[in-house]
């Protein structure tokens, strides 16, 4: 299954602890938008202060449109990475953020569009992992619509494993032994389960199940 979050209910996401610190790392996910805004899919940064983590996230004001968008915060300054493809509503779309070092920072939209960025910026004091939300001191960006399949591994995946994750191709069978986490989102418990890391995310406010994404095959997989 998959989660629809509402962005007018505020409040409704998942939290737990960081799952990364550094590069490399691989962040991929589905999701379907259900209106028009900035919204936060997946983010790890520190939640006591107001700008510090990394982003997958949508902006709907850019100068290039609705625009996907890996963003990174630190106390020392900001870069971002902007995609070219707009997004619109009720379409699925397939969203990998890589961060290869701290000056090779890659956005994927549908596995073939590739952006990437050079500025040198590291967060420093991550303690927190969040599904929906901007989950720093002052919570923000709210994600309206849907999540699934939400996976990290601590490598950098090629463009090649990029492509097959947007090819409708489970996490697990990608790469499977830098697999480290891995959220379904199910949404069968308070927590969503983390089937490969154990980083099991807390539930906030009241997420409902919603239509699957494209997968073969990833409910049998994914219990």
């Not at 007018?8 to 938008?33: D, I, L, R």
């Not at 790890?44 to 902006?59: A, E, H, I, K, Y």
């Not at 995609?83 to 990998?96: A, E, K, M, P, Q």
Request: net charge negative; hydrophobic share 40%.
């Amino acid at each position: 299954m998959a989660i629809d979050f509402e962005s007018t209910s505020a409040n409704q996401f998942f939290s737990g602890s960081a799952v990364f610190s550094a590069a490399p790392f691989t962040v991929s996910a589905w999701m379907k938008f259900e209106s028009i805004g900035d919204f936060c899919a997946f983010w790890v940064g520190d939640n006591t202060v107001s700008s510090t983590g990394w982003l997958m996230r949508v902006d709907d004001s850019a100068p290039g449109g609705r625009v996907f968008r890996f963003r990174i915060e630190s106390a020392g300054g900001t870069t971002q990475v902007d995609s070219v493809i707009t997004w619109n509503i009720d379409t699925w779309y397939h969203c990998c953020i890589v961060e290869a070092s701290a000056t090779d920072h890659r956005l994927y939209v549908n596995g073939t569009n590739k952006y990437t960025g050079t500025a040198s910026i590291t967060p420093g004091g991550t303690n927190s992992t969040a599904i929906g939300v901007r989950n720093s001191s002052t919570k923000a960006m709210y994600f309206d619509g849907i999540i699934a399949h939400v996976g990290v591994w601590n490598v950098v995946l090629t463009d090649e494993e990029v492509a097959t994750l947007a090819n409708k191709i489970s996490p697990l069978m990608v790469r499977r032994g830098s697999l480290v986490n891995y959220w379904p989102l199910n949404g069968n418990l308070a927590t969503e389960v983390d089937i490969v890391g154990g980083v099991n995310l807390t539930k906030n406010g009241t997420p409902a199940l919603a239509e699957e994404p494209p997968i073969p095959y990833s409910r049998k997989m994914s219990v």
